[in-house]
Every structure is written in C-alpha cells, then in structure tokens.
C-alpha cells in the first residue's frame, strides 16, 4: 500500500483541495480496510467503471460503521464512486446503474468535505467526505443487489490490470 497524498492547498481561497487521482488512492485506501480485495480504475467490458470497489466474505461485519453484514458464504461487494466537483456528480446521478442494477452490494459516493449533501444520494447509496487526506463516513450504504456478472468481469480484469491496493 502506498501512501496517502496529502491534498494540495488551493492559494486562491487557502482550502484544501484534493484532485480526483489522489482521491481515487485515498478511497482505495479505504476500501482495503474493509475488503479481502480491493482494486482502483480497473478497465472492464461494463459502462460501469468503478474508482474504488472491494470483494469481502459475508462471515465479516464491522460495528463502529455500522456496516455489518454476517451471511456465511456470500461475497459481497463495496463500491465507491470518486467525485471532486458537483458537475461530475450530477451528470452521474443521470447514469441508469446508479439507481438499478449495478455493482456494488454497499455503494459509495466520496467526496471532498461537504460538497455532496446526504439528501442528494440515490436511495440506498453511502457518502464518505475526504478532509486533510483522511475519509469519514457520513451516511453509511444499506445492501442492495448487485450485477454479479459485472462484478467478476471487474475481478477478473484486476488480475491482469487492476491497481491493486
């Protein structure tokens, strides 16, 4: 794992801004804490092409994020969706796998600190905020069905040219 880049202070107004490439390492970062696997940018057959996504095993489940999931057997998977400006979120807000079938059991949005409001999300969707170059979690995801299909195209594909975490 390599590590975190610290974000890089904007002059014009003396905030702290993160570009989406740093962003997409924080949030793999993230999603390594959580799954057995996890891989950034990998290139698929899918429209969809996630920016973090991470396969766990169901017998895992975590309290303190309230993120707990204990079907023995299952394999379940967590998305996150990198966005640095509220443009790019609100075109991907129109994508038809954003509300329906898509990948990710847990999806997540991950932005910078309060750019995208929690009422915002699609239904069941997650938002993690980046500040300083450390991820909070302010709504977690609830599970939803995934195109599993999609899912171990996405595996595949990282085994020969994923960026693994």
């Known amino acids: 794992m390599t590590n975190t ?3 890089q202070a904007n002059k014009a107004t003396d905030e702290q801004t ?14 390594a804490k959580r ?4 891989v950034t940018e990998v290139q698929t057959y899918s429209t969809e092409l996630p920016d973090a996504f991470g396969w766990q095993n169901g017998q895992i489940h975590w309290l303190n994020d309230e993120y ?3 079907e023995v057997g299952f ?7 990198v966005k640095v400006s509220r443009s790019d979120f609100l075109r991907d807000l129109k994508k038809p796998h954003r509300r ?10 991950c932005s910078p600190d309060n750019m995208i409001k929690p009422e915002e999300l699609p239904g069941n969707w ?6 300083n170059g450390k991820i909070k979690s ?10 599993k299909e999609a899912e171990l195209w996405l595996l595949y594909n990282s085994a020969y040219k994923g960026k693994k975490i």
């Open 75 to 81: 394999i379940f998977t967590t998305l996150v969706e």
């Open 68 to 70: 707990v999931h204990k």
């Open 35 to 38: 799954c057995k696997i996890a």
């Open 126 to 131: 997650g938002l993690l905020y980046e500040k």
């Open 138 to 147: 302010i709504k977690t995801a609830k599970f939803v069905e995934s195109d």
């Open 100 to 109: 329906t079938l898509g990948m990710g059991n847990y999806r997540y949005y």
């Open 18 to 31: 993160v570009s989406h490439q740093e962003l997409v390492l924080i949030a793999g970062q993230w999603t």
């Open 5 to 7: 880049p610290k974000p």
